[in-house]
Nanobody, 116 residues
Framework: QVQLVESGGGLVQPGGSLRLSCAASGTLTRFDRVAWYRQAPGKERELVASISRLGSKNYADSVRGRCTISRDSAKNTVYLQISSLKPEDTAVYYC??????????WGQGTQVTVSS
């Protein structure tokens, strides 16, 4: 079974930046899509960004223009770079590997807190 481990979260001041990492125990090619979700307290989990096997990217309206999803296939890692962080970006961020055949794989999440 493939494992996903998120890292890079922490406490950041408004306007700052973070680079989150999602490391897979195996090659990323097993996933049709890798996505970042987030869940704030009292809210539903929402899709932030995704990248397909072929490299196409999608972003939520709330982060478009200040968010970049990327991957390093050699390191089996997907990154989420968020700039101009706002308090409303505070959430637990989860990495998800989607596969039409084998279903989804979720990481444990990494906490992002934007506060002064």
């Amino acid at each position: 079974q493939v494992q996903l481990v998120e890292s890079g979260g922490g406490l950041v001041q408004p306007g700052g930046s973070l680079r989150l990492s999602c490391a897979a125990s195996g090659t990323l090619t097993r996933f049709d899509r890798v996505a970042w979700y987030r869940q704030a307290p009292g809210k539903e989990r929402e899709l932030v960004a995704s990248i397909s096997r072929l490299g196409s990217k999608n972003y939520a309206d709330s982060v478009r223009g200040r968010c970049t999803i990327s991957r390093d296939s050699a390191k089996n890692t997907v990154y989420l770079q968020i700039s101009s962080l706002k308090p409303e970006d505070t959430a637990v961020y989860y990495c998800n590997g989607g596969n039409l055949v084998g279903g989804d794989t979720w990481g444990q999440g990494t906490q992002v807190t934007v506060s002064s």
